[in-house]
């Protein structure tokens, strides 16, 4: 009914109406399929793409258009350091890269770099690691971003160290968060050095959003205990905004399934939360071979939680070998605890558990390096 009622000029508009979109609309899905088999074809021939992968990384851009002189792009990187391994990288990860223009947008917010002391190789894999450092805004954010992580850190030098550490500190979100993050560190009492030493240390954290790094703060106080004047508060804080919920709850459970109790549980965190850190594996690993095989209780190695930070591979089960080894053999040597003979270096245990038994076990020098090996 309603069809009928659309006649004379309504219908010769709604006609044209039709037309024309559908024309711009076939000639839109035609200039996209040019620009996207031209696009695969260019990734194939310059940078070694399989099919698959130019496919795949063509897909990704949503709005395609003709690349005027994408080789520009590449020559650019290329005379910056990056191999082709690195412009792959870089292109897979932001295709839209090829449409940049090199004068304005690529060579500003390069030279942005390199003034604050980025060059050679330090550039290139700061970028590679971060190819959104190009798609960013240079006045808007890269800029103001720069220099909230001068006022944080005090100097150009400690803000590459930052950037070397978390390249994506320059493309994430906003400066703002940062600058949020580091007030709430001010208002729980810690000054400039130890603020600037945290983020040295683990600048991913101070990118968490603000209600989260906030929340993380009040956890480590009141759940776990740990004074903010004590050293492994922000250690703590790190450890924790390192882990999902449900793997700390998972974690926690096992040293449960051993007969920790909770006061066992703080008592480790506030002395070495990087205990917490380490995988449920490993954690099983460490409590099967100390509290099963050695007896130790959990008061003991709560209140001496470096014992479980050790690798088993490379330290512990090695030196207990050579210990094992003297013992069998009879001979003197020194009647030290366990966790006394895993605290010393390795240069140390060497000195006093090896190199005086040369002559009657010639072969234990080798064997114990071959164990202790990277």
């Not at 040295?200 to 703060?217: G, T, V």
Request: charged fraction near 25%; aromatic fraction near 10%; proline fraction near 4%.
């Amino acid at each position: 009914m309603c069809l009928r009622l659309i006649t004379g000029k309504a219908a010769q508009a709604l006609s044209r109406i039709r037309c024309n979109g559908s024309s711009q609309y076939l000639y839109s899905t035609k200039s996209t399929r040019i620009a996207s088999n031209f696009l695969v074809k260019y990734l194939i021939d310059s940078l070694g793409f399989s099919k698959k992968e130019a496919t795949f990384t063509s897909s990704k851009i949503t709005s395609q258009k003709t690349l005027k002189n994408p080789d520009l792009v590449l020559n650019f990187l290329k005379q910056t350091g990056f191999d082709n391994t690195d412009i792959k990288i870089l292109v897979s990860r932001a295709p839209t890269l090829l449409y940049r223009d090199v004068s304005k947008t690529l060579k500003p917010k390069l030279q942005c770099l390199m003034d604050l002391g980025l060059s050679g190789s330090d550039l290139v894999n700061v970028i590679a690691k971060d190819s959104n450092i190009f798609m960013r805004s240079l006045d808007t954010h890269l800029r103001p971003t720069i220099d909230c992580l001068r006022r944080i850190l005090g100097s150009d030098e400690d803000v590459v160290k930052a950037m070397k550490r978390a390249p994506w500190l320059l493309s994430f979100g906003t400066h703002h968060i940062m600058e949020t993050n580091v007030l709430l560190l001010r208002n729980f009492g810690f000054s400039n050095v130890i603020i600037k030493k945290f983020v040295l240390r683990s600048p991913a954290c101070i990118s968490l959003k603000p209600k989260w790094f906030k929340d993380l703060l009040h956890i480590v106080e009141k759940d776990f205990r740990v004074l903010p004047d004590s050293p492994s508060f922000l250690r703590g804080f790190q450890v924790l905004a390192s882990q999902s919920k449900s793997s700390l709850e998972k974690k926690i459970g096992i040293f449960k399934s051993f007969g920790w109790s909770n006061d066992d549980i703080l008592e480790m965190f506030r002395k070495l939360p990087y205990c917490i850190a380490k995988s449920e594996v490993r954690i099983q690993k460490s409590l099967n071979l100390y509290m099963k095989e050695l007896g130790f209780e959990p008061a003991y190695l709560a209140s001496h939680p470096a014992i479980l930070a050790y690798s088993l591979e490379k330290r512990v089960a090695p030196r207990m070998q050579v210990l094992k080894i003297l013992d069998e053999k009879k001979l003197e040597r020194r009647k030290w605890t366990l966790y006394r003979v895993l605290m010393i270096t390795e240069s140390k245990f060497i000195e006093y558990f090896v190199l005086p038994y040369k002559d009657q076990i010639p072969y234990l020098y080798e064997s114990h390096k071959k164990t202790v090996a990277p």
